[in-house]
């Protein structure tokens, strides 16, 4: 009888802890979801500078297409260059009519300047 009692708690044990594992994993945030709240953050409590448009490139990423805005901008003295993947925003913006030198607004995050946007789901800085 003893055996069988640990047979049983070990069994409920692992499926226990698979159950939980799967739990957690149905919870994890894809990185589309990431970079969509890091934009939204930005967008809804960034501050605005000027900017300029450096490049736009279409590249493939990992055998997907992906179209990136190059940027330059300044922050107290300190100047950033910085790209955005807007793969995902091509609705709000289209790449081909992005150009070189094109001025822009950057939204950027005042505890991390480093970290900015050009677009987002709510907001476009391109001026075009």
Known sequence: MNRITSIT???????AALALTFWIRSKRKSPEEYERERRLRISTGGRITDGTVLDAQEMSVDEKPAQLVIYRYDVAGVSYEA????????QFVDLHTCRIGLPTSVKYDPQNPGNSIVIAEGWVGLRM
């Open 9 to 15: 708690i070990a069994g409920t044990t692992a499926l």
């Open 83 to 90: 790209s955005q993947d807007i793969t995902h925003l091509r």
